[in-house]
T-cell receptor, first 113, second 113 residues
């Protein structure tokens, strides 16, 4: 299995600012994903990030708002730009392990005031 | 597009009662996976079903994959307080991009002692 860490684990931010979330995996993986989860809600896929290519964004999410980097096979970042209170959520990274199952990071709990 | 529907959204049971959550896909799936998310935690992989009509058991948990590979269920026998959490199904469309999972909205299980 893959062990995933995320930084920060939580943050409180002012509207209009940006926050970059880091995701580190202990193994090399091809596919990484970024999800958003509102409290008590399901997982919403933001984008798929493969190393060496541009991230693929889901409908309703754009690169200007959620720029993603994937510099190597063990690391990715998601930036939440120009934040508003509506961006308050839990942000989760996950990896596809051996082409089958997904392992999730512990999540970043974001509150925007 | 691909949709995975899951019911019920909430379920409250007395400890010792059984619990079932159902998952239906709008298209035929190549496989279906189940995840559990404890309160305050992140989704954790439970099991994957691949074959038509497949049934798998993990102690008190029974997972089924429909004959048409469009529906699935998770049944918990004699629930315990440790079963509390949200259970998500996630399907991979037979024709989708490798790695893309479609998550149901989840069933939030509460177990009263």
């Amino acid at each position: 299995s893959a062990v995933i860490s995320q930084k920060p684990s939580r943050d409180i931010c002012q509207r209009g600012t940006s926050l970059t979330i880091q995701c580190q995996v202990d193994s090399q993986v091809t596919m990484m994903f970024w999800y958003r989860q509102q409290p008590g809600q399901s997982l919403t896929l933001i984008a798929t990030a493969n190393q060496g290519s541009e991230a693929t964004y889901e409908s309703g999410f754009v690169i200007d708002k959620f720029p993603i980097s994937r510099p190597n096979l063990t690391f990715s970042t998601l930036t939440v730009s120009n934040m508003s209170p509506e961006d308050s959520s839990i942000y989760l990274c996950s990896v596809m392990w051996q082409g089958e199952t997904q392992y999730f990071g512990p999540g970043t709990r974001l509150l925007v005031l | 597009g691909q949709q995975v529907m899951q019911i019920p959204q909430y379920q409250h049971v007395q400890e010792g009662e059984d619990f079932t959550t159902y998952c239906n896909s709008s298209t035929t799936l190549s496989n279906i996976q189940w995840y559990k998310q404890r309160p305050g935690g992140h989704p954790v992989f439970l099991i994957q079903l691949v074959k038509s009509g497949e049934v798998k058991k993990q102690k008190r948990l029974t997972f089924q994959f429909g004959e048409a590979k469009k529906n699935s269920s998770l049944h918990i026998t004699a629930t315990q307080t440790t079963d509390v959490g949200t259970y998500f199904c996630a399907g991979r469309d037979r024709g989708s991009t490798l790695g893309r999972l479609y998550f149901g909205r989840g069933t939030q299980l509460t177990v009263w002692p």
